[in-house]
């Protein structure tokens, strides 16, 4: 068995990279070390750069068509992975699941509508819907100090409330890492179906359940899921291949399917490039050890943070994540104001991790910390943190 290698840490800047070259841009300082959006420093799966290279090979890079065995790459990868049925008349591709929410709230919702978020949750869910003049209603994660769960009882209420088209459920839950089971899936769908809610379900970071933990497909726990339901994902966050554009939406029910997909096909919003449909099929057909070695590398990355933490930094916690590469930390105990923690990370520390704010109030105090990269990089981030955190006038 081929081992993968996580820990080289490969230089990226002036590769045009987001997460490099824009921290200038970003966080006003282009030398601080990016542990911010959400793609890994990993080198993707030997796999899929062989089959871009062979590709990019022949010297036409014409129009692409894209081939049943593209499709059946997410079809297949679908049932191996997730236990999760899926017909090629229910799957098409979109150019990213933010865009595919664009297309879902412009095309099922008009102007005023509600659509329901659960922060603290990924901003696009806020951004997208209000920057299309929809009107965001909430139901805050439940959080007991140490972990969160879903307020179903509160689901119910603001759905009853404020009669929302739409909600957007994060599945898993980005940025706590959280998966949802069975029992509370069935019960979003018992919600959102009786009063003709539908959900989008975003598994885009559902490869990436750590522990040994199992995804739920949303659409798969009841009828009345499948029926409701608009499931997105991507081959993207799994094996690193987020600049390549690679998503697809699945929708079960033929009734809200017919005239979506009918309006993206005739604005060609479906229509995949062939370094998307190369990527996708080499990913999901010849990538799973490497993503079960690169599951393994994160476990062991969420460990050295947690026992760094506990032993250097008392004052902040991480949440332990269920799934994907994204580490909620909990920087109450610090007692600081949001600017005065976003210049602890950013001024004192020389680190850009994505301000806890950003994904809703309820994230005051927080930061989410990438650690999608080789544990040389994590542990040189946390000698930095823990500097910054010694220098603070004692309170
Ligand atoms: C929950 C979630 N959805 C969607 C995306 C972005 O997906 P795409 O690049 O396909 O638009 C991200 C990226 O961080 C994410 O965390």
């Known amino acids: 068995m081929a081992e993968f290698d996580f820990d080289t840490v490969i230089e990226r800047r002036g590769s045009g990279a987001l997460k490099y070259d824009e921290l200038g841009n970003r966080y006003g300082n282009p030398d601080l070390l990016p542990l911010w959006v959400a793609d890994m420093d990993f080198a993707v799966p030997p796999a899929v750069t062989k089959a871009l290279v062979d590709r990019m090979m022949h010297p036409i890079y014409g129009y692409a068509a894209p081939t049943p065995a593209y499709w059946q790459s997410i079809i297949g990868w679908l049932k191996r992975r997730h236990d999760f049925d899926v017909t090629t008349d229910e799957l098409r591709y979109i150019p990213g699941v933010v865009k595919g929410i664009g297309f879902v709230v412009n095309y099922f919702t008009r102007p005023g509508d509600k659509v329901l978020i659960q922060p603290p949750v990924y901003h696009p869910f806020r951004l997208v819907p209000q920057d299309n003049g929809r009107k965001i209603v909430e139901n805050p994660l439940l959080f007991d100090g140490s972990s969160y769960r879903m307020d179903l009882d509160g689901l119910a209420e603001v759905v009853e409330r404020e009669k929302p088209r739409l909600m957007i459920l994060c599945n898993p839950h980005n940025p706590i890492g959280l998966q949802w089971d069975a029992d509370t899936l069935r019960r979003v769908a018992e919600i959102c179906h009786k009063a003709g809610v539908i959900v989008i379900s975003d ?77 996708t099929e080499a990913a999901y057909n010849h990538g799973g050890e490497w993503l079960d070695q690169l599951i393994s590398y994160l476990e062991g990355n969420v460990v050295a943070v947690e026992e760094y933490l506990a032993a ?11 799934a994907s590469f994204l580490l909620w930390l909990d920087c109450r105990a610090l007692g600081l104001s949001h600017d005065e923690l976003n210049a602890l990370f950013v001024d004192k520390a020389g680190l850009a991790l994505n301000d806890g704010e ?37 309170k």
Not at 254 to 259: A, C, F, K, V, Y
């Open 358 to 394: 950003m994904f809703g109030r309820e994230g005051a105090g927080f930061m989410r910390f990438n650690i999608g990269a080789p544990r040389s990089v994590i542990l040189k981030a946390l000698a930095r943190l823990k500097s910054a955190v010694d220098s603070l006038p004692r």
């Open 203 to 279: 598994e885009i970071h559902s490869d990436l359940m750590l522990w040994g933990k199992k995804h739920v497909t949303f659409a798969s726990v009841s009828p009345e899921a499948a029926e409701i339901s608009i499931t997105m994902g991507a081959p993207s966050k799994t094996f690193n291949i987020a600049g390549l554009v690679s998503s697809w939406v699945i929708i079960k029910n033929p009734e809200l399917r017919e005239g979506f997909f009918g309006w993206m096909r005739a604005n060609e919003f479906d229509d995949p490039t062939f370094v998307a449909t190369i990527a």
């Open 312 to 322: 250097e930094i008392p004052s902040i916690k991480a949440i332990r994540p269920e």
